[in-house]
């Protein structure tokens, strides 16, 4: 038997990797505990050619990620700022507080363009004033945003 054996990753594993990695491993640890419990198969030429194909599709997300990324941070580092109203009580207070809705709503109408809860990061805004939004499109796209709190009953 073979001192080693390659395999394809199956499913996304700490100690193995990511899905579609190909390895060498000892043939017990294959036989005894990878294969049995689904996480990796021997390959054959279909099965590399399959992987092969996701992988590059998976590559070609990424860069139209990365290209819009691009686009939406041109967009939105023209605006410099984006102005909110809202009610005021006691103490320069604002009823409520500011949250992603609101934010994506204004910059939809300033650029036409829509981005994604899970990219803004809202510091708690309880007071009337101006505040410093980071926006992270990717890993490597991060800028800052201002927001002006404006009062609506002066």
Do not use: W
């Amino acid at each position: 038997m073979q001192k080693y054996i390659t395999v394809i990753v199956k499913k996304t594993h700490k100690q193995l990797g990511k899905k579609g990695k190909i390895l060498k491993l000892a043939p017990g640890y294959i036989f005894n505990y990878l294969i049995p419990n689904d996480l990796v198969e021997i390959p054959t030429k279909g099965k590399l050619k399959h992987f092969a194909m996701f992988n590059s599709i998976e590559d070609r997300k990424k860069q139209t990620l990365i290209l819009q990324a691009k686009n939406i941070k041109e967009k939105i580092e023209m605006i410099k700022k984006i102005s909110i109203t809202k009610k005021i009580g006691d103490k320069r207070q604002i009823f409520g507080s500011i949250n992603e809705k609101e934010i994506i709503n204004e910059i939809y109408k300033q650029t036409n363009q829509i981005i994604e809860k899970k990219y803004i990061e809202i510091p708690l805004i309880k007071t009337i004033g101006l505040f410093s939004l980071p926006i992270k499109l990717l890993n490597q796209q991060e800028f800052n945003l201002i927001i002006q709190v404006l009062p609506c009953n002066i």
